[in-house]
T-cell receptor, first 111, second 114 residues
């Protein structure tokens, strides 16, 4: 079972920031938070991951609360090509535990 | 360019027929995975392999079989025992190096039953 809770859908205006929330209240100390996205009829694409510090890369920023029970993925200037399903996943470091993809959040960026 | 290639893009299966989905990677990754995705649902793990000549069942392995004879290849056979095979099938790979794991996915194969 997925260890995360995400809203099923969100809308965002093109050019505005998209803030996608994720609750992971049972996260343990050695579990990372990963974000992937899946554009329609394609394979998922890795976006970003973090353990406890905020992270930023060329695609997005990840903000993790101090208690690590929730996080937010931020797309600073959403474009129409960012319309996709976004998956928030938690997984422990190393070992054989596999990434479990829930239903994610369907983000629609509107012109 | 390095990546994962899945073929065919679309595949049709007749009743009682086995079909094989191809997955090839040139990323020199040790681990490979097969996921199934049904409309509006998340991904469910079918099989995975962390090393050549070894593989483990995932959450929904019944009706499927795999082989890992080469590091680059991880074909999935959907057997006639899989009664509801219509789905989008995704292959992925990862390095397994370091404390965290980043999956690279192929573009998927849509399997339908005639």
């Amino acid at each position: 079972d997925a260890k995360t809770t995400q809203p099923p859908s969100m809308d965002c205006a093109e050019g505005r920031a998209a803030n996608l929330p994720c609750n992971h209240s049972t996260i343990s100390g050695n579990e990372y938070v990963y974000w992937y996205r899946q554009i329609h009829s394609q394979g998922p694409q890795y976006i970003i991951h973090g353990l406890k510090n905020n992270e930023t890369n060329e695609m997005a920023s990840l903000i993790i609360t101090e208690d690590r029970k929730s996080s937010t993925l931020i797309l600073p200037h959403a474009t129409l090509r960012d319309t996709a399903v976004y998956y928030c996943i938690v997984r422990s470091t190393g070992g054989s535990e596999k990434l479990v993809f829930g239903k994610g959040t369907k983000l629609t960026v509107n012109p | 360019d390095g990546g994962i290639t899945q073929s065919p893009k679309y595949l049709f299966r007749k009743e009682g027929q086995n079909v094989t989905l191809s997955c090839e990677q040139n990323l020199n990754h040790d681990a490979m995975y097969w996921y199934r995705q049904d409309p509006g649902q998340g991904l469910r793990l079918i099989y995975y392999s962390q090393i050549v000549n070894d593989f483990q069942k995932g959450d929904i392995a019944e009706g499927y079989s795999v082989s890992r004879e080469k590091k680059e290849s991880f074909p999935l056979t959907v057997t006639s025992a899989q009664k509801n095979p219509t789905a989008f099938y995704l292959c992925a790979s990862s390095t397994l190096q370091g404390a965290w794991e980043k999956l690279f996915f192929g573009s998927g194969t849509q399997l339908s039953v005639l």
